[in-house]
C-alpha cells in the first residue's frame, strides 16, 4: 500500500508539472517598487515568462516590514500560481524579531531558488579620522560611545550586521536608526552619522566623489566591484557574514515536479548571460540553486540570527 501511494504521489506531481502553468502566475514582493528584490523579480519576470508560456505578474505588498506580502503567499493555496520573493529580513530576523507572526518561514514555505546575494559595505563620512577599518577599530576603542552608525530601521539587516560586528570586536558605537537607507544614507552625507553599512548602489555615485569612504565588505570574501576593499571576515572575525540573499519560494504543499521545473526555469535564466550581466550591474551576484540547497540556506540564516537579534536585544517597534 505504502508503494501504491508513492507511485500515485509522482504520478499526481507528474500530472501536475505537466498541466502548470494553466495561467498567469504571480510573483509577490513584500515590499515597494523599487527596491532590489522588486527590480530582481521584474528582470526575471520578462524571461520567465518567455520560458514558461505565461505572463509572470510581480505585485508588490509592501508593509510591517514585508510581514503582510509574506503572510499573503503562506496561506495561499499551493498550485503554484502565488510564488515569494524574499530576503532575510521576512525568513531570518522578523521570526526573532516580533513576538507573534502570522506564517513559520521554516514550515509555511517551499524554497524553489536563491535568486542572488549582494553586499553591504561599511562606509564611513569624511570627518572621521580613520582610512581603514583596522584605523576604524582603533579609533572606536579610544572613544567608547562617542561614534554612531546609520541603519535602515531596529531590527534591520544593516542594523545587525553591525551589532554582530561590536559584539564580535566589544565595540561601543551607538545605534541610530531611520526609516530606510533614504533616509540613513543621506544622514551619512550630512554627518549626521560617522558610518553606517549599505548595498553598493545606494552609496556608488557618493563614493565616486568622495563624498565617503569604504572601509570593509560584510561578505566572506571580496566583492569583484571593488576588490581593493577587505572583507571583515578577513580582519579579525572570521565566519562573518551578513549578505542579503533574495530567493523564491511557494506556498509549503506546491507539488515537488512544479517547484523542480520552476527552480530549473528560474536557474536557467539568472545563469543567462543576460540577466546575470544585468543583476551584477546592479552589485547582485547571481545563484540560481537547488530547492534543497536554497532550503539549507534559510535554515542556517534562521539560526543565525536567532542569535544576533537575541544578542543585540532588538525587538519590533
Known amino acids: 500500500m505504502r508503494l501504491l501511494a508513492a507511485l500515485l504521489l509522482c504520478l499526481s506531481g507528474g500530472l501536475a508539472a505537466q ?21 530582481m523579480a521584474r528582470i526575471l519576470g520578462t524571461r520567465l515568462s518567455e520560458s514558461l508560456g505565461q505572463q509572470i505578474v510581480v505585485e508588490n505588498r509592501g508593509g510591517a516590514g514585508g510581514i503582510a506580502g509574506t503572510e499573503l503567499v503562506a496561506k495561499a493555496p499551493p498550485d503554484g500560481y502565488l510564488l515569494l520573493v524574499a530576503d532575510v529580513g521576512q ?21 524553489v531558488t536563491l535568486l542572488g546575494t549582494t553586499s553591504l559595505f561599511l562606509i564611513a563620512h569624511p570627518s572621521v579620522p580613520a582610512n581603514s577599518f583596522v584605523e576604524l577599530l582603533a579609533l572606536a576603542r579610544s572613544r567608547p560611545g562617542q561614534l554612531n552608525y546609520g541603519s535602515s530601521g531596529t531590527g534591520s539587516i544593516h542594523h545587525l550586521a553591525t551589532e554582530a560586528l561590536k559584539a564580535a570586536l566589544g565595540l561601543d558605537i551607538v545605534h541610530v536608526p531611520y526609516k530606510g537607507m533614504g533616509q540613513a544614507v ?37 566583492s569583484a566591484q571593488a576588490p581593493e576593499v577587505p572583507a571583515i571576515a578577513e580582519l579579525g572575525v572570521p565566519g562573518y557574514d551578513f549578505a542579503p540573499q533574495i530567493g523564491v ?13 520552476l527552480s530549473d526555469e528560474i536557474r536557467k535564466a539568472v545563469r543567462g548571460l543576460e540577466i546575470a550581466q544585468r543583476y551584477r550591474q546592479l552589485g547582485i551576484e547571481p545563484a540560481g540553486s537547488t530547492p534543497e540547497a536554497y532550503g539549507a540556506m534559510i535554515r542556517a ?17
Open 249 to 261: 519560494l511557494a506556498p509549503a504543499g506546491t507539488a515537488p515536479a512544479v517547484v523542480l521545473r
Open 19 to 39: 498541466e502548470w502553468p494553466a495561467k498567469p502566475v504571480r510573483m509577490v514582493v513584500p515590499y515597494a517598487a523599487g527596491g532590489l528584490p522588486d527590480t
Open 91 to 111: 525568513l531570518a530576523i522578523n521570526p526573532h524579531l516580533y513576538a507573534k507572526l502570522p506564517y513559520d518561514p521554516l514550515k509555511d514555505f517551499a524554497a
Open 301 to 317: 540564516a534562521y539560526d543565525r540570527y536567532a542569535q544576533v537579534v537575541k544578542s543585540s536585544g532588538a525587538k519590533a517597534e
Open 186 to 222: 543621506p544622514a551619512l552625507l550630512g554627518g549626521q552619522v560617522s558610518m553606517l553599512f549599505s548595498a553598493l548602489p545606494a552609496i556608488e555615485s557618493h563614493v565616486k566623489a568622495g563624498k565617503v569612504k569604504l572601509l570593509a565588505i560584510s561578505t566572506p570574501k571580496r
